[in-house]
C-alpha cells in the first residue's frame, strides 16, 4: 500500500473519524482508523461497534491496500505536518509516513482483523435539507436524556416519519420536545430512535451549506446518515418510548401569551441567587398581566417581573429554571403561548399561530413560604 494526498484533507478528515473510535473498549484494532486505498481515493474508517463514521477523499495511490493505524497516533502525526502533502508507505503492518523532512516508522494492524460495518439494505430512504435537520435538532436535542437516565430508550431522539412530515421528540423524564416539519415523503410510515451521541456527531460534520440535502437510510437495527463525504452509521435504540400523545395536557385553565426575550431575561436575572435548581425553584406567578418570578435561597432573594397577555385563573408554579429556559431558549418565535392547567400539571411553550413546535416541562412543589 503506497499513497500520497493532501496534508489538510486527512487532517480533517483524521479529525472526524476519531470521534468513532473507541475509548472506553481496549481493543488496540478499533483503537484504529481503518485507512483502505482504491484506486485514486483514500477511505478511512472508525468504529466502536456501535457507532461509525467513514469518508473518502482524493489519494495519489501507487498501490492499493489497507491497514489500521493507532488513531491518537495518526492524528497527532496529521496535526504536526507541516508540509502539504503527506506520503505513506505500508509493508506488511509496517507504516511509513513521510511529511517533509520528517519521517514517521510505525505500526500498524492488519485491516482484515477490523470489524466490519453493518450494512442497511431494504431499508426507508429518506433526503432532507441540512438546514432544516439543524433546526429541528437544534429544538429538541436538548430534552433527551443523558446516559445514566434510567430508561435507555429516552437516551435518544425519536424520529417519526409519516406522508410528507417528520417529526422529532425528545424527552428525559423532566420534560419534551416535539418538533414538526413538512418535508418530501411518500414512503410508508415509520419510527426509530437515534441515540444522542450520533445526532450530536452528525450535526458537527454537517456543513455550513444549509441547502445542501443529508441522505438517511433505515433499517432494523441500523441507520446510515450521508453528509457530502461522509457516512454516520449507528445502531438505532430498542424500547418504549413515552407516550408523548397521553402525556401532553388536553386542556389549559390559563393561557399566556409573552415576548420569548423578556420571559427569558426575567428568568436569568433570578440566577444570581440560585444555589441549586433543584433545591431553588424559580417561583412564577402568573396573573393581571404579568409573568412575576422570584426564588430565594442562602445566598440571597429576589423578585422580578415582566409583561405578558393572561387570560385564564390566577397560576402560581415552581420551575427548575433551566428547564423553562431551555424551552424558551429552543423556541425560534419573537412571541410564545405558554398553556398552564395548575400548579401541578406540565406547562406547554408552543408557537402562537401553528404546531412546529411544543415544549412540555413538568414543574417542581414549592415551599408555602418564600
Known amino acids: 500500500m503506497k499513497f500520497t494526498c493532501s496534508t489538510k484533507k486527512l487532517n480533517e478528515a483524521c479529525n472526524n473519524v476519531m470521534r468513532a473510535v473507541s475509548t472506553k473498549v481496549t481493543i488496540p484494532t478499533i483503537e484504529g482508523v481503518l485507512m483502505e486505498c482504491g484506486s485514486d481515493t483514500l477511505s478511512l474508517t472508525g468504529y466502536d461497534f456501535e457507532f461509525g463514521i467513514n469518508t473518502i477523499m482524493q489519494a495519489t495511490v501507487v498501490e492499493p491496500g489497507a491497514i489500521v493505524i493507532n488513531a491518537k497516533i ?32 510505525i505500526s500498524g494492524i492488519s485491516a482484515e482483523e477490523y470489524p466490519e460495518l453493518p450494512s442497511v439494505s431494504g431499508g426507508y430512504p429518506l433526503f432532507i435539507n441540512q438546514g432544516v435537520m439543524q433546526r429541528m435538532v437544534g429544538q429538541t436535542l436538548f430534552a433527551v436524556a443523558e446516559g445514566e437516565s434510567s430508561k435507555p430508550v429516552h437516551t435518544g431522539l425519536k424520529f417519526e416519519m409519516t406522508l410528507n412530515q417528520l417529526r422529532l421528540i425528545g424527552v428525559d423524564g423532566y420534560r419534551l420536545a416535539i418538533r414538526t416539519e413538512t418535508i418530501k415523503y411518500d414512503g410508508e410510515d415509520v419510527t426509530f430512535i437515534v441515540p444522542k451521541k450520533t445526532i450530536r456527531e452528525l450535526i458537527k460534520i454537517m456543513g455550513s451549506d444549509e441547502d445542501k440535502d443529508i441522505s438517511i437510510s433505515v433499517g432494523k437495527r441500523h441507520i446510515i446518515f450521508e453528509v457530502e463525504n461522509y457516512s454516520i452509521i449507528s445502531r438505532l435504540l430498542e424500547g418504549d418510548f413515552l407516550d408523548y400523545h397521553a402525556a401532553v395536557p388536553k386542556t389549559a385553565s390559563t393561557t399566556v401569551l409573552i415576548n420569548t426575550n423578556d420571559a427569558i431575561e426575567c428568568i436569568e436575572r433570578t440566577i444570581p441567587v440560585i444555589e441549586n435548581n433543584a433545591k431553588n425553584p424559580i417561583r412564577c406567578i402568573f396573573d393581571n398581566d404579568e409573568m412575576r418570578v422570584s426564588t430565594v435561597s442562602s445566598l440571597g432573594r429576589v423578585v422580578d417581573y415582566t409583561h405578558a397577555n393572561i387570560s ?13 429556559l431551555d424551552a424558551l431558549n429552543a423556541a425560534d418565535t419573537d412571541q410564545v403561548k405558554i398553556e398552564l392547567g395548575g400548579p401541578v400539571s406540565p406547562v406547554k411553550v408552543l408557537p402562537l399561530n401553528d404546531e412546529s413546535f411544543l415544549f412540555l416541562v413538568l414543574p417542581m412543589r414549592l415551599k408555602n413560604v418564600e
Do not use: H, P, W
Open 74 to 105: 495518526l492524528c497527532d502525526i496529521m496535526r504536526k505536518a507541516a508540509t502539504e502533502t503527506v506520503s505513506f508507505e505500508v509493508e506488511g503492518t509496517s507504516v511509513t509516513i513521510t511529511s517533509g523532512a520528517a519521517q514517521y516508522n
Open 312 to 324: 385564564g385563573v390566577r397560576v402560581e408554579i415552581g420551575f427548575n429554571s433551566k428547564y423553562l
